[in-house]
C-alpha cells in the first residue's frame, strides 16, 4: 500500500449566485465563474495550472542541468468540436501547449519539453 502524503488542499464552495463558486488554497480566494461569467472560469484556472506547471518545472529541470534557459513562455488552447453536442458533460476535443524559450539550443530545449511530457 503507498504511504501518501498531502500535496496540496483546495476548497471551492458556492456562493449562492449560480454558475460562481469560491476557491481557496492556502490562505487565498478566488472566485470562479460557470464559462462566460465575469470571472475567469474553472477550466481556465486548470489551464492555467498546466502552464504553470510547465513553466516552473522546466526552470527548475533547466536550472538542476546548469541550462542556460533565461525566458520561456507556455501558452495553452483547448478545443471543443461546435458539431458535437456533448450536453452537460465539459469535453475538450484537441488541448495545445505551445512552449518558447529563450536562451537554449533547439536539443536542449526539446529535450526539457519531452522530460516535462513525461512526468
Not at 460562481?20 to 481556465?44: Q, S
Not at 495553452?76 to 468540436?81: G, M
Amino acid at each position: 500500500m503507498a504511504n501518501l502524503t498531502l500535496a496540496y488542499k483546495t476548497r471551492a464552495y458556492s456562493t449562492g449566485t449560480l454558475g460562481r463558486a469560491i476557491c481557496n488554497a492556502r490562505t487565498h480566494h478566488f472566485v470562479a465563474d460557470d464559462a462566460g461569467g465575469e470571472e475567469l472560469g474553472a477550466g481556465e484556472f486548470f489551464f492555467s495550472g498546466i502552464g504553470a506547471c510547465a513553466v516552473n518545472m522546466v526552470e527548475r529541470l533547466a536550472d538542476k542541468d546548469d541550462i542556460g534557459l533565461e525566458w520561456m513562455d507556455v501558452s495553452v488552447e483547448s478545443y471543443r468540436d461546435s458539431d458535437i453536442d456533448h450536453g452537460d458533460l465539459t469535453l475538450y476535443d484537441a488541448i495545445r501547449i505551445k512552449f518558447e524559450m529563450w536562451g537554449v539550443d533547439d536539443e536542449d530545449a526539446h529535450n526539457l519539453v519531452e522530460t516535462w511530457k513525461k512526468r
